[in-house]
């Protein structure tokens, strides 16, 4: 495990307290982690607007990432300025949007979904089903108890 800096344990603890998840605490500190050392670990309070839209070009040019990434990028570096650094980023930043599209999922076949379905045992049969038809995730199927089915429902 890495040993984090104080002014990252700073803001790690700063959102605690302000009961930020804990997934939303390592995403942040991630991301103004990654700033930091792209701008050669100078402090983020000696930089400023200028900064912060080189490093979120430097994302889509040079990483290639998502348009959702770059904004959770963005979300992170103004959590940091407003919330620690206590200076307004500029809400007109000109920077270069992500145009990288999503990827579609991969979706299987019904004649796909037969066959593996073909190789499950009745145990798992019923639920795979249930999942399969219905799209639960496994934990909403793993919590579905029989009080829950509406068996007088009329189609």
């Known amino acids: 495990m890495r040993t984090r800096s104080p002014f990252l344990n ?6 605690l307290t302000k009961q930020y998840s804990l997934r ?14 792209f701008k050669d670990k100078r402090h983020p309070a000696s930089m400023g607007d200028n900064e912060v839209v080189e490093y979120l070009d430097y994302l889509v040019l040079k990483r290639n990432v998502s348009p959702k990434t770059q904004a ?10 407003k919330q620690i650094i206590k200076q307004d980023l500029c809400p007109n930043l000109t920077f270069v949007r992500s145009k990288r599209q999503s990827k579609l999922p991969i ?13 499950l ?35």
């Open 121 to 155: 045992s009745k145990r798992y049969y019923l639920i795979s089903g249930l999942m399969y038809g219905s799209g639960l995730r496994v934990m909403e199927a793993v919590q579905l108890r029989v009080q829950n089915i509406d068996f007088d429902f009329d189609f």
């Open 24 to 37: 939303t605490v390592d995403t942040y500190l991630k991301w103004i982690s990654s700033y930091i050392h």
């Open 72 to 81: 959770t990028a963005l979300n992170a570096l103004s959590f940091l300025y």
């Open 107 to 119: 979706v299987m076949t019904p004649e796909e979904v037969k066959r593996l379905m073909s190789f």
């Open 10 to 15: 700073h803001i790690a603890e700063f959102m």
